[in-house]
């Protein structure tokens, strides 16, 4: 379902339409998070989560994206605003609104990962994970190997 929220001259939208996925990869691409993510990849992430676009009458200001099962799993990943309408309470804004999409009031964990908002996050009851408790797997290799998959075929 698509919903809409507007405060001011900004809307935050659901609707993967309204996305401009320029702006989101443009930003992306620079961030210590997601640096040498291809656009194929941005795309089909998108299209796997519950997008949050942030919208200003110029055009696209911000995003995050939520991976979920809407049950037990929630994964709040690729929040931005851009820098010129920053100071204005977007990422707040869109946070408490990923936190509060109905069809997520189930969820029993939400996880995230930041190296320079803890402040922003432990507003809205986040805090480190329990040493011990959460691994991870990362495979660095990976944006090179779906570059190469999402590639035409040049052998022809």
Do not use: C, N
């Not at 001259?9 to 309204?18: A, E, H, N, Q, V």
């Not at 942030?54 to 799993?73: I, K």
């Not at 402040?119 to 991870?136: D, I, R």
């Amino acid at each position: 379902m698509i919903r809409e929220w507007t405060r001011g001259d900004y809307t935050i939208s659901t609707d993967p339409g309204r996305l401009d996925l320029d702006v989101i990869h443009g930003f992306l691409v620079r961030s210590y998070w997601a640096e040498g993510r291809t656009r194929a990849r941005v795309a089909l992430t998108i299209e796997h989560s519950v997008p949050l676009g942030v919208h200003h009458r110029s055009g696209q200001v911000g995003f995050a994206r939520v991976v979920t099962d809407q049950a037990s799993f929630a994964y709040l990943a690729d929040v931005f605003v851009l820098e010129a309408h920053r100071g204005h309470g977007l990422g707040r804004w869109i946070v408490e609104i990923a936190l509060g999409l109905p069809e997520l009031q189930y969820v029993r964990r939400w996880l995230l990962g930041t190296r320079d908002a803890h402040g922003l996050y432990a507003q809205f009851g986040f805090a480190m994970a329990q040493p011990g408790v959460l691994m991870e797997k990362l495979d660095p290799d990976s944006d090179r190997r779906f570059a190469a998959l999402a590639a035409p075929d040049t052998m022809s």
